[in-house]
């Protein structure tokens, strides 16, 4: 596989269910990002990490985990969320540092449904 | 302060015809980068264009062109020929600083409709 790959595509949980998020890419970058994108609101920047490490969390929920075992995986754990959760969550891969670093290359997202 | 702004929300234009989609910005830092992604309604963002703070030259790619005036502070996307399958959101956004670990921050959209 290339690219970037987001699975589940489609996910619906109840508010008190614990499911995970999960991207990998093979496009040998190491820096991996989570959005969320809400209806009719820009995307929105959840977290950034940079060389396995999280450098970047932009006042999520504590309902919101990520989590980096390594540089092609990234994962978005949930728990006790609530309906305005809801939304596409786009993962997004780019190099650290340097030229490459200019483009995030995105998943298709996993569109997210909070019963 | 909105850091992008994009005030189209929807945009209509005939096959075979050149589209401008405007995008506005908002930077104190002198270093920054400027980008045009397409999301069709698959979902997935599509990297189109990218303009360098510091690059002389509009950036082109293929039909696409980024028509960027630096003291206005305005990014548009140009794209030339459309075909049915431009059809999508665009988004505009921006990279402040050139380190990796600045994310980008995106503008609402537009959406595109090419009509035949």
């Known amino acids: 596989e290339t690219g970037v790959t987001q699975t589940p595509r489609h996910l619906v949980m109840g508010m008190t269910n614990k499911k995970s998020l999960k991207c990998e890419q093979h496009l040998g970058h190491n820096a991996m990002y989570w959005y969320k994108q809400s209806a009719k609101k820009p995307l929105e920047l959840m977290f950034v990490y940079s060389l396995e490490e999280r450098v970047e969390n932009n006042s999520v929920p504590s309902r919101f985990s990520p989590e980096c075992p390594n540089s092609s995986h990234l994962f978005l754990h949930l728990h006790t969320l609530q309906p305005e959760d809801s939304a596409l969550y786009l993962c997004?891969?780019?190099?650290?540092?340097?030229?490459?670093?200019?483009?995030?290359?995105f998943g298709a997202g996993s569109r997210l449904t909070v019963l | 302060a909105q850091k992008i702004t994009q005030t189209q929300p929807g945009m209509f234009v005939q096959e075979k015809e050149a589209v401008t989609l405007d995008c506005t910005y908002d930077?104190?830092?002198?270093?920054?980068?400027l980008f045009w992604y397409k999301q069709p309604s698959s979902g997935e963002m599509i990297f189109l264009i990218y303009q360098g703070s510091y690059d002389q030259q509009n950036a082109t790619e293929g039909r696409y062109s980024l028509n960027f005036q630096k003291a206005r502070k305005s990014a548009n996307l140009v794209i030339s020929a459309s075909q049915l399958g431009d059809s999508a959101m665009y988004f505009c956004?921006?990279?402040?600083?050139?380190?990796?670990?600045?994310?980008?921050?995106f503008g609402s959209g537009t959406r595109l409709q090419v009509q035949p």
């Open positions: 997004a891969s780019s190099q650290a540092g340097g030229a490459g670093a200019n483009v995030l290359t």
């Open positions: 930077t104190s830092d002198p270093s920054y980068g």
């Open positions: 956004a921006m990279r402040e600083g050139f380190t990796g670990r600045r994310a980008l921050t």
